[in-house]
């Protein structure tokens, strides 16, 4: 039975291309307001669930609901209200920043003025007013992880789905991005599912996190009963006790 007061609500959600198993019978809720964590190995299948929750790719078993819409039925109006950041973002290189987030406004259908008024907002959020007008050719990693951000907000998302939002920061972009989510779900109520493999970065942000191992959801619940069931200390020890528990 769906949960209706779940912010999403994902029910044995299966996923196979051909003969591979890339996610397979998962199930988890996430809060409304709530930044989730979503943790696993690179290929465990965190990707092919994020985009089955945007309609991306169509699920082979099992559903979910995004805001009470289900993923396949109401896929657009899904879209309309989610905000995606997919790992190993690419951006226009001849365009601007502001140009870039102007398009992505667009693409929404919302008004122009609309979509000016928002992108110059998210442009002082994120701190790009000096670089808004320059080609995103020339910017670097945790710049380019800020636009994303921002055009993934552009529409004033009540659910934000990033994979891997920090790959690739040094310290100082990890936290400035880290801070944006926090202030975006304690300010805003945004739903943010957070996925990741540096479990530095879950830690700080989340206090309920799933698990995925091989296609497989390992765990799923409170990081700190977890960490009682195990009895460990860190997000490391508890990563390879629940990794050695399934491979067992």
Same mark, same amino acid.
């Given at each position: @039975?769906?949960?209706?007061? &779940?912010?999403?609500?994902?029910?044995?959600?299966?996923?196979?291309?051909?003969?591979?198993?890339?996610?397979?019978?998962?199930?988890?809720?996430?809060?409304?307001?709530?930044?989730?964590? *979503?943790?696993?190995?690179?290929?465990?299948?965190?990707?092919?669930?994020?985009? @089955?929750?945007?309609?991306?790719?169509?699920?082979?078993?099992? &559903?979910?609901?995004?805001?009470?819409?289900?993923?396949?039925?109401?896929?657009?109006?899904?879209?309309?209200?989610?905000?995606?950041?997919?790992?190993?973002? &690419? #951006?226009?290189?001849?365009?601007?920043?502001?140009? *870039?987030?102007?398009?992505?406004?667009? @693409?929404?259908?919302?008004?122009?003025?609309?979509?000016?008024?928002?992108?110059? /907002?998210?442009?002082?959020? *994120?701190?790009?007013?000096?670089?808004?007008?320059?080609?995103?050719?020339?910017?670097?990693?945790?710049?380019?992880?800020?636009?994303?951000?921002?055009?993934? #907000?552009?529409?004033?998302?009540?659910?934000?789905?990033?994979? /891997?939002?920090?790959?690739? #920061?040094?310290?100082?972009?990890?936290?400035?991005?880290?801070?944006?989510?926090?202030?975006?779900?304690?300010?805003?109520?945004?739903?943010?599912?957070?996925?990741?493999?540096?479990?530095?970065?879950?830690?700080?942000?989340?206090?309920?996190?799933?698990?995925?191992?091989?296609?497989?959801?390992?765990?799923?619940?409170?990081?700190?009963?977890?960490?009682?069931?195990?009895?460990?200390?860190?997000?490391?020890?508890?990563?390879?006790?629940?990794?050695?528990?399934?491979? &067992?």
């Amino acid at each position: @039975m769906s949960d209706t007061t &779940a912010a999403i609500d994902v029910r044995r959600l299966g996923k196979r291309f051909g003969a591979v198993t890339a996610v397979d019978d998962v199930s988890f809720s996430v809060e409304p307001g709530e930044i989730f964590g *979503f943790m696993g190995h690179n290929g465990a299948g965190k990707t092919t669930t994020l985009r @089955m929750l945007l309609g991306l790719t169509k699920p082979t078993s099992g &559903a979910a609901t995004v805001l009470g819409r289900d993923i396949v039925r109401d896929t657009l109006d899904v879209r309309r209200q989610a905000g995606y950041l997919p790992a190993n973002y &690419a #951006l226009p290189p001849d365009m601007t920043a502001r140009e *870039f987030l102007r398009y992505v406004g667009a @693409m929404f259908a919302l008004p122009p003025r609309l979509v000016d008024a928002r992108a110059d /907002e998210l442009i002082a959020r *994120f701190g790009l007013g000096a670089a808004a007008d320059r080609k995103l050719r020339g910017f670097s990693t945790g710049m380019t992880q800020k636009v994303g951000l921002a055009q993934a #907000l552009i529409n004033e998302p009540s659910v934000l789905l990033l994979d /891997e939002p920090t790959s690739g #920061l040094d310290p100082l972009g990890r936290h400035e991005l880290l801070e944006h989510l926090r202030a975006l779900a304690r300010d805003r109520g945004v739903t943010v599912v957070f996925s990741s493999h540096i479990l530095s970065d879950v830690e700080t942000l989340c206090r309920r996190v799933a698990v995925m191992h091989h296609a497989r959801l390992i765990a799923c619940g409170e990081l700190a009963a977890l960490r009682r069931e195990y009895a460990v200390a860190s997000m490391d020890e508890l990563y390879l006790a629940l990794v050695r528990r399934h491979a &067992a």
